[in-house]
């Protein structure tokens, strides 16, 4: 299995700060405790994912853009 590098507001929480970052993970806790119908739904890329980034020499790689592309579609249904 591929390693998951993008996460919906809606997966994460405030004790994955260290995956989601600061702002990542407070708008997923915020999503739990407010509700996704106030907060507005998005996703966010992983620290793990801007680590890849530069090791692979700036360029975002195929798997990571894969995830990506497939979460705005998520947003796009969403919306």
Do not use: H, R, W
Not at 52 to 57: I, K, L, S, T, V
Request: glycine share 8%; charged share 25%; with cysteine.
């Amino acid at each position: 299995m591929s390693k998951k590098y993008v996460y919906m507001f809606s997966e994460g929480n405030a004790s994955m700060k260290n995956l989601l970052g600061g702002k990542g993970a407070n708008l997923a806790e915020m999503t739990k405790i407010i509700g996704a119908d106030v907060v507005p739904q998005g996703f966010t890329i992983t620290t793990e994912a801007c680590t890849q980034y530069y090791e692979d020499g700036k360029v975002i790689n195929d798997e990571i853009q894969a995830q990506i592309s497939e979460y705005i579609v998520k947003m796009e249904e969403i919306t």
